[in-house]
């Protein structure tokens, strides 16, 4: 059966636009807190396919969104290349030891290894495929190689990426070594998620705004192209999203082979069409907050459709929604969605 978001991603004409969010499979849903206190913590929760399974399909039965999106975290790469992580209360994932030189990153598993030990993740995504209605796509991803190797080097989230950028400037060959080694593994995990049955790949750069526009191709893009390359030679079929958030400046520097440019919030769409539309079909991008009020929701959702006039685009937001949006909030966004973009 054609999948309507599959075929949107390669830009062919659909019924109406299609729509997914990202994060929709989390905290605002009190069917999600259920499962995470069933599971007990969130490494509990990415580990096993069952419950994983579970809250990857909550959002496609409760507020109808087109496509499912593999419930698991981008940090189970670094965690199963030997890292050690913690989730904390309050204060989110912690690496126990980050890395600060060759010898910490020598210590690290090769590629083949740390993709074949991601065994929960494909058989998740077996138990969605066979759960997942015929019409709807299962996107499978990743986090971008530089994402991942802030982690890995800052030890946790971080708001100045000091670390990682005095490696950069200081010490670019190591930082690069990081980066290909994450980048290997990245390959052989995707390549393996869609072995297990996803439809679309996403990439997140959710740190992509944290270098400077001048660095950005050798530090991040390079590598998620690469990424891209090697996916599109071997599964011609299979979508790709790149989501780099937070750079308008480096529009004009956007290449590569893959499908779908996510747009975040802080991009105006109308120019991205501009610099990317006819290249690659645009998916996004509803500042995430006007979730929080219908009329907000509403016009948003006009303007992008009137910018966008129902061609190769999909609609969602600019990054994650946000755990306190009412149910009811999300489930207007997506009927409204539909709505405008001619769905009956």
């Known amino acids: 059966m054609s999948k309507i978001f599959v075929d949107a991603c390669f830009g062919k004409e659909t019924p109406y636009t299609p729509v997914w969010m990202m994060r929709q499979a989390g905290r605002y849903l009190p069917e999600y807190m259920a499962v995470r206190a069933k599971a007990g913590d969130f490494l509990n929760l990415c580990h096993n396919p069952e419950m994983a399974c579970e809250v990857t399909l909550q959002p496609v039965d409760i507020i109808g969104v087109d496509a499912a999106i593999l419930f698991s975290d981008i940090l189970v790469i670094p965690d199963e290349m030997g890292m050690d992580l913690s989730f904390v209360k309050g204060e989110g994932p912690k690496?126990?030891?980050p890395i600060k030189d060759e010898a910490d990153l020598n210590r690290l598993i090769g590629e083949e290894e740390a993709a074949n030990k991601l065994t929960y993740v494909y058989d998740t995504i077996k138990l969605i495929k066979e759960r997942l209605a015929d019409d709807k796509a299962l996107i499978g991803f990743t986090g971008a190689p530089w994402t991942l190797a802030t982690y890995m080097i800052e030890g946790q989230g971080t708001k100045t990426y000091n670390i990682c950028k005095k490696m950069m400037y200081s010490n670019p060959e190591l930082l690069h070594k990081i980066l290909r080694k994450v980048t290997d593994v990245v390959k052989l995990y995707m390549e393996k998620q869609i072995q297990a049955g996803i439809d679309v790949v996403q990439i997140f750069d959710s740190w992509a705004?944290?270098?400077e526009p001048g660095k950005y191709d050798e530090f991040s893009w390079q590598y998620m192209v690469e990424i891209a390359e090697y996916l599109k030679e071997k599964y011609p079929h299979i979508p790709i999203i790149m989501f780099p958030k937070g750079i308008p400046a480096f529009l004009d520097k956007v290449y590569g082979n893959f499908d779908v440019f996510g747009v975040d919030w802080s991009t105006p769409m109308a120019f991205?069409?501009?610099?990317?539309g006819d290249k690659y079909v645009l998916q996004?991008?509803?500042e995430p907050c006007r979730l929080y009020s219908k009329e907000a929701t509403t016009?948003?959702?006009?303007?992008?459709?009137?910018?966008m006039q129902g061609k190769r685009h999909i609609f969602n937001l600019g990054h994650g929604i946000l755990p306190d949006v009412p149910v009811a909030n999300a489930k207007h966004f997506i009927n409204e969605c539909h709505r405008v973009s001619g769905k009956k």
């Open 209 to 211: 705004a944290a270098i």
């Open 95 to 97: 690496f126990s030891d």
């Open 284 to 286: 996004g991008n509803m």
């Open 272 to 276: 991205a069409k501009e610099k990317l």
């Open 299 to 307: 016009e948003c959702v006009e303007a992008i459709q009137n910018i």
